[in-house]
């Protein structure tokens, strides 16, 4: 059954850091696009960065751009997302995706979920 799971979520204070994996099992994530997405409470699931399976170009929402670090490590099948700085605004679920390209858009597509994990940003 292919899983992806999700870990390194908790309660962080703001200006400090936290670093996510996601990784999965019966399937190998260098042969996807990998997406991490946020959906805070009463909003819409977003993306915040994307990994390319091609050449692992990287993509960031404007509003984590320089902030967050997304990353691969395929000897240990998992992808990271580093995220420093944190604000309260960055307090949600976030999620790891497989996705693939359509055309040049990376993460076009979401092909399986994980099961997320909670990350909240709060003094």
């Known amino acids: 059954q292919v899983q992806l799971v999700e870990s390194g979520g908790g309660l962080v204070q703001p200006g400090g850091s936290l670093r996510l994996s996601c990784t999965a099992s019966?399937?190998?994530?260098?042969?996807?696009?990998i997406g991490w997405f946020r959906q805070a409470p009463g909003k819409e699931r977003d993306r915040m960065s994307c990994?390319?399976?091609?050449?692992?170009?990287?993509e960031y929402a404007d509003s984590v751009k320089g902030r967050f670090t997304i990353s691969r490590d395929n000897a240990k099948n998992t992808v990271y997302l580093q995220m420093n700085s944190l604000k309260p605004e960055d307090t949600g679920v976030y999620y790891c995706?497989?996705?693939?390209?359509?055309?040049?858009?990376?993460?076009?597509?979401?092909?399986?979920w994980g099961q997320g994990t909670q990350v909240t940003v709060s003094s």
């Open positions: 990994i390319s399976s091609s050449d692992d170009r990287t």
């Open positions: 019966e399937f190998t994530l260098s042969y996807y696009d």
């Open positions: 995706a497989t996705a693939v390209a359509i055309t040049s858009i990376s993460c076009a597509r979401v092909v399986h």
